[in-house]
């Protein structure tokens, strides 16, 4: 196995909570109750950490400092799926997002966690504890608002039918996929798909929501290549806005 | 985030509440207060004093929620991790702190929702600074850094009050506070002593803050409303002017310190009275701007509204689920 494989694999998993976390951080003072607010805003404090311990990585690894990759680096150069750089929209899409997404998150944590590398695992070991509290509210709140009232049965239903083909687009494979797999690293992106879809398929039963047949879904690929929505460069442009008037100054 | 400059009653409705009260009852109660003993949510208590708690808690819970619009457009601009976590940690203190307040002000009869309402209808007020836009990165470490600290005075006096439902709130949240302003320190500090454009973008926000910050604690007390009764059963802690001296004889040290003007020509502190002179706030203004016609009254309520009405579904769905739940007091 490359150094260049598994750097991708650590930039992708960075990129994909740093990108998730600064979205979330947008329900900030403007949540559907108090609670759902400070949640959200832990929640993605949560992830933003955790994207910070991955450039770490990387930065250990030879990349640059982890504020100037995150800060620094255009649409095209960042490995997060598009999945997770759309807008907010309404909470109906951001809560299905987060429920899809971290039922992804632990189980590639709890694989990372035992990988052979212990820099890698000390960090999966660490964070995965609190990717499980992210996925038990995700589901806590998929049940509330599955069959509540019509209202939110029906946005909950049309928000998982919008998000799914984008979710599957979080497993798309690397050129170094196979490399990745028989050093041992994980167990590879299908493998998290096949658990990924048993793990929800049961939540999203029990929250009284469908799932549509799989092959009728078509993935949407690109983001792990660079290939973007129209929605992350302003994303960045924001969030690097104060940082890029002076990257060497001290903040 | 809470600096006073409350908007009590006028004495003539005070002494309207106050008439029909028992006598021996009162005299009783105002001895618990002066014993220094706590008032709870099941006591007996005036009129007049749960409307007025009601009306200064629910104002704090208003500060806190609006308060966290004007640092919240920071936190996507964040400069750099370790701004970026501190930051939405801070703005969801405020939140947490709007949360507390509330659960306090419900234990005195006055619901949540009805308290976002009034917010909403412009019926009830919140802090006047926050009716003021945040242009730079700046003018959102100004508000960390100084308003967080003016809250503190005003919150810190407030916590030695007599309900005890709002003094615990207060406990917590001016503990939480405390790190907002180290944060906010820290920040203003790194723009002041920074490069020459970070210095430049420090002096203007504080040139832009300064009034606000004056405003913030509420119109001198020899032209506010007078309150005597809330002060006897300590509602009110310290006037409007004893929280302003406090916080400019903390604060504008630090501020020279750091090589930054304070646009007041007359600012000084009299060495033989101990207190601060200052040009007189322009308190038509902060009339203006407190009855709704700042430069973001407007905005920041449509915010708020928007926030209400794209969440409204999420609640009615809760209500539904909680339809054959019995109500519960929030811990308070």
Redesign the interface.
Known sequence: MTEEALKELLYKIADDQLILG?RN??W???????????AF??M??DK??HS?AFYNLLHELGEQE??IV??TRNADQFHNSQFVELPIG??SFSLVRHFLYDHAELIRFNMLAECPIDEIADVAKKLKGEIKYHVMHANTWMK??GK??E??HN?MQSALNEALPYALGMFETSEFENDLIEAGIYAGEAAIELKWKDNITMVLEESGLSLPSWNTIKPVYGGRKGKHTDHLQP?LD??T???K??PT??? | MYGGGQVFESSSVNNELLKDEDPIKLAEFEARIARGEKIEPSDWMPKLYRKQLIRMIEQHGHSEIIGALPEGTWITRAPGFKRKLALMAKVQDEVGHAQLLYGAAETLGKSREQMIEDLISGKSKYSNIFNYPTFTWADSCFISWLVDAGAIVNQLANARGSYGPYCRALDRICAEESFHLKYGHHCVIHLATGTPKQRKMMQEAVDRWWAPMMHFFGPSDKISTHTEILTKWKVKMATNDECRQQFLDMYVPKIWELGLTIPDDKLKKNDETGEWEFTEPDWEEFKRVINGDGPLNKERLAVRRTAEERGAWVRRALAKNSEDQEYTAPLA
């Open positions: 600064h951080s947008e900030t003072g403007v949540g559907p109750l108090l609670e759902e607010d400070i805003s832990s993605a404090q933003v950490g910070l982890p504020d995150a800060f309404d909470y509330q608002l509540a009232t209202e939110s946005k994303l924001e969030m806005e104060v940082f008037e002076d100054a001290d903040w």
